[in-house]
């Protein structure tokens, strides 16, 4: 998170937060809070719903977090009333011109057209919702929290810390705790529109490969995930660092100390050359010529279970294999220089 702080104006933000009570429950009430103070402070606290129908958000709910209801009635049977309430507000919000920024709390995508708008205007959108929330809307805000996954991180660290303090509270008793929010981290990254390991992981290798191979310094890291992704945050996945996910979920990848600063390297010390090398020896073995480049690629493979050309500057087996100097690539085939 610090790296994110970090690309926002030291100055508090001021921030109109909305709420949709029609899809947003109330058990979030403390977390939507808690992520608002890291990003500014709140003029308008506003919450949308029908009140004549129970939504979980209590009168005692609304006093402790001083967001004021705003009633909503169905007019019409399958149209949403209070989507419109909501962008009729935060219109009227945007050009008295008190605000730097709106916090939507909604995993509606119809609200993915307000969330442009209010950007077009220069203002900063924090979007908080579930992981279920569709991409269009996570995209659309500057940056998107998933209330659930990160709720569940918050009731995860507190029962660790309670099990370090009281010495006898078992994995089971964890668990149970977190399961009122969304099952596992793994299943609902898995499961729900919320950025997979494996795009993570090939940002961080664009980052490497732009960096000549060499290391990378961890906040430049966090810095590109956070600009690629605006859904980007390690406890999505169960992290509070980010050195320790990218420790625990990408094997081919490492986080070094040098001098009190961290940085990503690759784990493999594979060099062109030995790469070459075994080609070649594997090449000699099939009598000089591999008819197949699929099957030397499967083989390697299995031989370097981390090969990414890319670390190379390459693409794919092909390209990489025309830049050696000791094979041939004719159409689909591979053989020896003689």
Not at 128 to 138: I, Y
Request: proline residues 1%; charged residues 25%; glycine residues 6%.
């Amino acid at each position: 998170m610090e790296e994110i702080m970090e690309s926002i104006s030291n100055e508090k933000m001021q921030f109109a937060v909305l709420i949709d009570a029609d899809n947003i429950s109330s058990k979030y009430a403390v977390t939507i809070f808690e992520e608002l103070e890291k990003y500014g402070l709140t003029s308008y606290r506003r919450i949308y719903g029908n009140w004549s129908k129970g939504n979980g958000w209590s009168e005692v709910l609304l006093l402790e977090h001083s967001i004021m209801p705003v009633q909503q009635f169905s007019y019409t049977t399958g149209k949403n009333a209070t989507d419109m309430a909501m962008v009729i507000d935060a219109m009227d919000i945007l050009y008295k011109n008190k605000v730097q920024g709106f916090c939507l709390v909604t995993s509606d995508s119809d609200f993915t057209r307000l969330a442009m708008r209010l950007r077009e205007e220069n203002m900063f959108v924090l979007g908080m919702g579930e992981s279920k929330t569709p991409l269009a809307l996570t995209r659309a805000c500057n940056k998107f929290i998933h209330l659930n996954l990160v709720a569940e991180q918050n009731v995860e660290e507190i029962a660790i810390g309670d099990t370090t303090a009281m010495g006898n509270r078992n994995a089971e008793e964890k668990h149970a705790k977190t399961n009122e929010y969304s099952g596992s981290y793994t299943s609902a990254a898995e499961e729900q529109n919320v950025t997979s390991i494996s795009d993570v992981r090939q940002v961080i290798l664009t980052l490497i490969n732009e960096n000549g191979g060499r290391q990378v310094d961890l906040a430049q890291v966090g810095n590109r995930l956070n600009d690629k992704f605006t859904d980007f945050d390690v406890r999505n996945y169960g992290y509070y660092k980010l050195s320790t996910m990218i420790d625990q979920e990408l094997p081919d990848l490492h986080v070094k100390k040098i001098s009190n600063q961290y940085y990503v390297e690759r784990r493999s010390n594979l060099t062109k050359e030995e790469l070459e090398q075994e080609i070649c020896r594997m090449i000699a073995k099939s009598g000089g010529m591999v008819e197949n480049l699929a099957c030397l690629n499967d083989e390697l493979h299995k031989k370097y279970r981390q090969l990414d050309y890319k670390q190379f500057g390459y693409n794919r087996i092909s390209s990489f294999l025309r830049s050696l100097s000791s094979v041939t690539v004719h159409e689909n085939a591979v053989s020896l220089k003689k």
